[in-house]
């Protein structure tokens, strides 16, 4: 089982502010992934993007995307699915460009009017679009943090499974789903239904957080134990022999700091990255 733990967002102590910056930086910290954060918008031209992959395929550090925020393939407006569509492919023409391992990770939208059997329709509809026109980029459904929102863990399992090829996978917010179920979570069962589903490499986020009874409010830090870390790593390790690769980007306010943490947790439960 080999992790890869970095941030989301490029490191707040990186001597040079871009991203190539932030990755040499990881590196110097023995960190060895990151994920480019397109919440706005995809500001990563093509060109740019195959000239950053080279960069972190020399350094050793593992890059995945998180697409924009500005996402409902659930919308009753078709404009607002084709546009969701445009920054997602653009995410995903991104990922080839860069020759990413990780995920793009997608929040598929918010149900609005619509009954979760069309939001699974639609979204599955345009997952087999978006994982076929991009075979060599990796499409990852998120798990929401918000009741309103598509995305419950057993949702993103079956779309997955019903979208069907190996590109399109769930990206497991583990934060999100502590906040959906209002500070509870069995990261056993989790794990074990991934395993059950046949996703032997991980792709996840985690975070302490803050959450009411709509679910997530805010990120906190990993000191929080809002969930905690160390219990995820005690499952992993349990399933170390089942797992392949394991993509975990850390979403707290603290960004490497943290990582170094949860780095640290990872080695004194006698695993180790890589």
């Not at 679910?215 to 797992?243: M, Q, T, Y």
Request: charged letters at 25%; hydrophobic letters at 40%; aromatic letters at 8%.
């Amino acid at each position: 089982m080999r992790i890869f733990l970095g941030p989301a967002g490029n490191c707040a102590s990186a001597k040079e502010l871009a991203t190539a910056g932030s990755l040499k930086r990881l590196a110097e910290l023995g960190l060895n992934a990151q994920e480019l954060e397109f919440v706005q918008q995809v500001y990563l031209k093509h060109d740019a993007a195959v000239e950053l992959g080279g960069i972190s395929r020399d350094l050793g550090v593992r890059l995945s995307i998180h697409a924009p925020y500005f996402i409902n393939l659930c919308s009753l407006e078709p404009e607002k699915i084709a546009a969701s569509k445009k920054r997602i492919s653009d995410s995903l023409d991104r990922a080839e460009a860069l020759a990413a391992q990780g995920a793009v990770a997608v929040h598929p939208g918010f149900f609005q009017k619509r009954p979760a059997g069309e939001c699974m329709a639609a979204v599955v509809e345009a997952g087999k679009e978006l994982a076929a026109s991009y075979p060599k980029a990796i499409l990852g459904f998120e798990t929401t943090g918000k009741h309103s929102a598509f995305g419950s863990f057993d949702e993103t399992l079956e779309v997955c499974k019903a979208v069907g090829r190996k590109n399109c996978v769930p990206v497991v917010d583990f934060a999100h789903l502590y906040a959906r179920q209002m500070g509870e979570i069995d990261f056993a069962a989790v794990l074990d239904k991934l395993l059950a589903y046949g996703h032997a490499d991980l792709y996840c986020h985690f975070s302490g957080i803050n959450f009411s009874e709509k679910g997530e409010l805010n990120h906190l830090p990993i000191s929080s134990n809002k969930p905690p870390f160390g219990e995820l790593v005690k499952e992993l390790k349990k399933r170390a022999g089942k797992f392949s690769d394991i993509q975990l980007i850390c979403e707290t306010p603290l960004l490497e700091a943290d990582c170094l943490v949860m780095k640290e947790e990872i080695e004194r439960q006698g695993l180790k990255l890589g």
